[in-house]
């Protein structure tokens, strides 16, 4: 069936390094690709997305990469601040997302 | 204001109940969809619908049922079928495929 990987599961960095997630996806009609935060006991948020025809897009601190040949899609976050520090959610799909298992980071001041 | 309003926040339910899961949206999104989220864990798809009076199984659909009279409104039964409902249940809505989905703010589900 359908499915999502997200690595690493847990990550630490000190405040100002640059943390990265990977996604990898199993649908090759899978068309659109968006990331999500989420802080405890809240609701995930969109933070960034990307559609099959772009590779890369960049939001101020936030990027995400990807590559269809590969399946494979990042997000990439520069100058970490302790505010940054939540459970961050990959997705890919087209009328239905599939998401991965989260990836909880830990910025570190 | 316009958003996606899930109701109530805490919901416990004895063995045997069927309890239902309150969504409503004021977005005119045309899909809506249930998600469940255990601790420590991802979003699995519960049900999904594209449009009013229609709806499809998710990947977890098992001891769960939905209905979709009204475009604004996608309510989530968790029946006595359903073993171990005790998780965190989002709903979510979005206008077309090419834009991530609006989620609510959840109900957190427990058994008692």
């Known amino acids: 069936g359908e499915n999502v990987e997200q690595h690493p599961s847990t990550l630490s960095v000190q405040e100002g390094d640059s943390a990265v997630i990977k996604c990898t996806y199993s649908d090759s009609a899978s068309n659109y690709f968006p990331w999500y935060k989420q802080e405890l006991g809240k609701r995930p948020q969109l933070i960034i997305d990307i559609r099959s025809n772009v590779g890369e897009k960049k939001d101020q601190?936030?990027?995400?990469?990807?590559?269809?040949?590969?399946?494979?899609?990042?997000?990439?976050?520069?100058?970490?601040?302790?505010?940054?520090?939540?459970v961050y959610f990959c997705a890919a799909g087209t009328y239905k997302y599939i998401f991965g298992t989260g990836t909880r980071l830990k910025v570190l001041a | 204001d316009g958003g996606i309003t899930q109701s109530p926040k805490y919901l416990f339910r004895k063995e045997g109940q069927n309890v239902t899961l309150s969504c409503e949206q004021n977005l005119n999104h045309d899909a809506m969809y249930w998600y469940r989220q255990d601790p420590g864990q991802g979003l699995r798809l519960i049900y999904y619908s594209q449009i009013v009076n229609d709806?499809?199984?998710?990947?977890?659909?098992?001891?769960?049922?939905?209905s979709r009279e009204k475009k604004e409104?996608?309510?989530?039964?968790?029946?006595?079928?359903?073993?171990?409902?005790?998780?965190f249940y989002l709903c979510a809505s979005r206008t077309d495929i090419n834009y991530g989905y609006t989620f609510g703010s959840g109900t957190r589900l427990t058994v008692v």
Do not use: M, W
């Not at chain 1, 601190?61 to 939540?86: C, G, M, Y």
């Not at chain 2, 709806?55 to 939905?66: C, T």
């Not at chain 2, 996608?74 to 029946?79: A, C, D, K, M």
């Open chain 2, 55 to 66: 709806f499809q199984k998710g990947d977890i659909a098992e001891g769960y049922s939905v």
């Open chain 2, 73 to 87: 409104s996608f309510p989530l039964t968790v029946t006595s079928a359903q073993k171990n409902p005790t998780a």
């Open chain 1, 61 to 86: 601190r936030i990027a995400v990469t990807l590559n269809k040949t590969a399946k494979h899609f990042s997000l990439h976050i520069t100058e970490t601040q302790p505010e940054d520090s939540a």
